[in-house]
């Protein structure tokens, strides 16, 4: 089954602000030395051995999360995210523009909240004694999970600090799904701006895989690398992601509103090729054909590549790269940044853009194949 998607686009859309963090550190500047020192992401393989994390770094939130009450009242995933979307805010030169962030809008890409594992381990321990687990297991639920326990599961919350400490608020959505996630909160919020339904919108996404839950998940299906970081196209010897805390946040706005404010366009972003295809042998790199020749590429100078690490789609993607892009420098974001899920398309336009603006490349290529189903491919050009 394919369902591939590409919106169609009236008016430029261009980057003018960008908020990334990652083990890299934080900012442009910091992602795009370490892209071209070529050096291995900070990795533990302690904490959770034996697999690896590509941590978050060491951030004083005052910078952007000014209040201690909203820092401890969100989970490590929101401060992530809240943060990068302020570094995005102040980029873009609107932090201290209430009357823009009144009228700008958000999609964000973002898994669930995190768990009170002191919880989930009290309870799954007395579920192995109790007489009737079924009256166990339902008294506990109702019992021993708080409210804002079960709020802190939901993936919006992240839209809703943003509106909070940032003060961003017009409509806002969050879209769920792994990484079709990220590709389709680009697709949609850049079409919206395309199309002249709104002038500027907020995009991004934010992860922590510094969690013990979200490793058991995905060893649950087999998608995690055991053992040392490898570089993503160079694990063969044992397939899988090496998960990365990250976030990322693009301010999208139209040609017109940019100029008309004074704002530099970074880049330009051309309309998102979305694609849903199943994981049957060569579907991957079929689908990502389709949306390369859908994107029109003229001549990309690097490209950006989500590949995950998992077999067999990244070798599908590999074999795709060297059809569609020969001779063209492959940066993956796995061996920048690690693997995070819905926040791959975004840091990869994010990152994109970087090297339109401050490397002065023409035309980037930005990937994003799931590790599981669903394909995008970005286009970003010089503004």
Known sequence: ???????????????????????????????????????????????????????????????????????????????????AAGLALDAAGVRDDAAFKQGLHLVVAAGGGERDYAVDGAI???????????????????????????????????AGNIAIVHGVTGASRTFMGEESAGVDALRIGAARVASGQIDAVLVGGSYNAERPDVLVIHEMGGYLRRGAYAPVFDRADAPGFVLGSCAAFLLLESAESASARGARALARLAPVASDLTRREPGRAGTSLAGLWSAAGFAGPEAVVSGATGVAPVTAEEAEALARLAPDIPVHALGDLIGHGLEVAAPFGAALATALVAERGLREVAITAVGHRRGEGVLRVLAA
């Open 124 to 158: 799954l321990t007395g579920l192995r004694d109790a007489a009737d687990p079924g009256a166990y297991l339902n008294e506990r639920l109702q019992n021993d999970l708080r409210p804002t326990l079960f709020l802190a599961q939901l993936s919006n919350l992240l």
């Open 1 to 83: 089954m394919t369902r591939q998607k590409t919106c169609q686009q009236t008016r430029d859309v261009v980057v003018t602000g960008l908020g990334l963090v990652s083990c890299r550190g934080e900012g442009v500047a910091a992602h795009l030395a370490a892209l071209e020192s070529g050096t291995a992401p900070a990795t533990d393989t302690e904490r959770f051995a034996p697999y690896a994390v590509h941590p978050a770094p060491a951030i004083a939130w005052d910078g952007q999360i000014p209040k201690k009450s909203d820092q401890r009242q969100m989970e490590a995933w929101q401060r992530l995210g809240v943060y």
